[in-house]
């Protein structure tokens, strides 16, 4: 699976939309790109998935860049619940029986008043 | 709520003792796998079961094994346990899809905290 590389923490003030970026420049045409976070102490939280059109779903938007070599999560209204480390993983598609995820370290987002 | 559900929750062993840990995984979701957490680092991927069997398998060694039951539910065993066995044991849940770019979903439970002494 490809490698990621996400900045180890940001902040964003509550209310804001944060965007955490994520670069995967070696991603292969069949890898997804995924985002779960974790919260201190829980198991990760799927949030969402694509290949190379943008997704929204009820929790963020993902967008992919045309050559699908980064990606930025939008949480589009922060709140202080969304505090937590943030990973972005690139998955191979197709797999079937596959489930396997590699984590890195993430981004360490703290949401402020 | 993500559906899968994991025992105990926290635990306390002593080295060379032996451990398992249950996970029963989402509705009609047939592949599970477990992941090791430990303090501060990101989850790693020790094994997965699909029907049954294991069909992938992480860093780690012989002394870490699992099993599926036919209802999908699964265990980790984990013998002759040793200080850095201290972790966070995540149990994830998915539906095996099939073909090209299929992205499925995969949850994780809560984990069970287990620490060596």
């Known amino acids: 699976d490809a490698k990621t590389t996400q900045p180890p923490s940001m902040d964003c003030a509550e209310g804001r939309a944060a965007n955490l970026p994520c670069n995967h420049s070696?991603?292969?045409?069949?890898?997804?790109v995924y985002w779960y976070r974790q919260i201190h102490s829980q198991g990760p939280q799927y949030i969402i998935h694509g290949l190379k059109n943008n997704e929204t779903n009820e929790m963020a938007s993902l967008i992919i860049t045309e050559d699908r070599k980064s990606s930025t999560l939008i949480l589009p209204h922060a709140t202080l619940r969304d505090t937590a480390v943030y990973y972005c993983i690139v998955r191979v598609g197709g797999t079937g029986t596959a489930s396997k995820l590699t984590f890195g370290t993430g981004t360490r987002l703290q949401v402020t008043l | 709520e993500t559906g899968v559900t994991q025992s105990p929750t926290h635990l306390i062993k002593t080295r060379g003792q032996q451990v398992t840990l249950r996970c029963s995984s989402q509705?009609?979701?047939?592949?599970v796998s477990w992941y090791q957490q430990a303090l501060g680092q990101g989850p790693q991927f020790i094994f997965q079961y699909y029907r049954e069997e294991e069909n992938g398998r992480g860093n780690f060694p012989p002394r870490f094994s699992g099993l599926q039951f036919p209802n999908y539910s699964s265990e980790l065993n984990v013998n002759a346990l040793e200080l850095d066995d201290s972790a966070l044991y995540l149990c994830?849940?998915?539906?095996?899809?099939?073909?090209?770019?299929?992205?499925?979903?995969?949850?994780f439970g809560e984990g069970s905290w287990l620490t060596v002494v």
């Open positions: 994830a849940s998915s539906h095996a899809l099939q073909g090209p770019f299929s992205g499925n979903t995969i949850y």
């Open positions: 070696t991603i292969s045409g069949n890898e997804y």
């Open positions: 509705s009609g979701h047939n592949t």
